[in-house]
Nanobody, 126 residues
Framework: QVQLVESGGGLVQAGDSLSLSCAAS?????MAWFRQAPGKEREFVAA????????????YYTDSVKGRFTISGDNAKTTVYLQMNSLKPEDTARYYC??????????????????WGQGTQVTVSS
């Protein structure tokens, strides 16, 4: 069983930046960030493949955050970060860290992720 603990959420203004981190208690193949806004489904944000890290295609983003968000990881391959720049009010959501035993960085389906954190709230005011 892998435990995930997120940190770094908060309240910011539109255009500001915020960084999230997620520490895992063990290694997995893929780690990702999802988010869920009130009344909406939990949606994929970004993923990183530990197996492919450093190679082209080791990260994957949903279209709405491309160019604004960056996912990265530490050398131990147990902590993942999400740097969020140029935040918009529509980025407001609870952000969840997830980890999967599969080796697909383009996997966006929630059910394919085996472990989840408790989430951290990100609120962007206009």
């Amino acid at each position: 069983q892998v435990q995930l603990v997120e940190s770094g959420g908060g309240l910011v203004q539109a255009g500001d930046s915020l960084s999230l981190s997620c520490a895992a208690s063990g290694r997995t193949f893929t780690m990702a960030w999802f988010r869920q806004a009130p009344g909406k489904e939990r949606e994929f944000v970004a993923a990183i493949s530990w197996a492919a890290i450093g190679w082209p295609g080791d990260r994957y983003y949903t279209d709405s955050v491309k160019g604004r968000f960056t996912i990265s990881g530490d050398n131990a391959k147990t902590t993942v970060y999400l740097q969020m720049n140029s935040l918009k009010p529509e980025d407001t959501a609870r952000y969840y860290c997830a980890a999967s035993k599969i080796r697909s960085v383009t996997e966006t389906r929630r059910e394919m992720y085996d472990y989840w954190g408790q989430g951290t709230q990100v609120t962007v005011s206009s």
